[in-house]
Structure formats: structure tokens, C-alpha cells
């Protein structure tokens, strides 16, 4: 059984920086991937950066050059770095893994998420 544990949401004023981070417990294979979505109110469920185990990431395009995913290939923990926060990055962050490799992550572990707020 995997189980994703996050921190390291919170209120932030816009501009400011938050880091989540995510330790799995159980067993999730170096090899697949992991990332975060993020859901805000009345919005559907967004992929917001996703890291393989050999490193290579992706990003959605609203946080491109803001946000920063990283990854601990010895115990899976992965952080997300996010700088110049806007009003609209507010949202729940849910930290995911997937249980096979697969081309984009799609999964099949989630977290319970954490919110961050950014006010204006």
C-alpha cells in the first residue's frame, strides 16, 4: 500500500515562494514517475509538473520558468519550488505517483493535498 504524504502548503502573499514536499511511504519504482495536480474552486483538475525517475520534467504552461519539480531517487521524495506565486496558483496541490511506467503520469497513488493560498 503507498501512501503520499504532503507539506509545505500555506497562505502566501502574491509574489512570494512556497515548497511542497512529498514522501512516499511503500513502494514506488525509481523508474516511474511522479508530479503534482493542483484543483481550484470550480475548476477541473490540473497537471502542474510531473519528474521521471531519470529526471526529465514537464510543466504546465501557466508555471513555466516559476515552477521547479525535483526529485530524491534514493527514498522518491519530490519538491515542488514555487516562486513568484499569483492569486491564480491558488489552489489544492495534490502530490500523485504513478505504479507503472507510462509515457505521462497519470495516478494511481494521490495524495491527500495540501492548499495554498496566494492573495492579492
Known amino acids: 500500500q503507498v501512501k503520499l504524504r504532503e507539506s509545505g502548503g500555506g497562505l502566501v502573499q502574491a509574489g512570494g515562494s512556497l515548497r511542497l514536499s512529498c514522501a512516499p511511504s511503500?513502494?514506488?519504482?525509481?523508474?516511474?514517475?511522479m508530479g503534482w495536480f493542483r484543483q481550484a474552486p470550480g475548476k477541473q483538475r490540473e497537471l502542474v509538473a510531473s519528474?521521471?525517475?531519470?529526471?526529465?520534467?514537464k510543466y504546465t504552461d501557466s508555471v513555466k520558468g516559476r515552477f521547479t519539480i525535483s526529485r530524491d531517487n534514493t527514498n522518491n521524495t519530490i519538491w515542488l519550488q514555487m516562486n513568484s506565486l499569483k492569486p491564480q496558483d491558488t489552489a489544492v496541490y495534490y502530490c500523485v505517483a504513478d505504479s507503472v511506467l507510462r509515457v505521462s503520469l497519470v495516478g494511481d497513488y494521490w495524495g491527500q493535498g495540501t492548499q495554498v493560498t496566494v492573495s492579492s
Open positions: 519528474i521521471t525517475g531519470g529526471g526529465n520534467t
Open positions: 511503500g513502494t514506488i519504482f525509481r523508474r516511474n514517475t
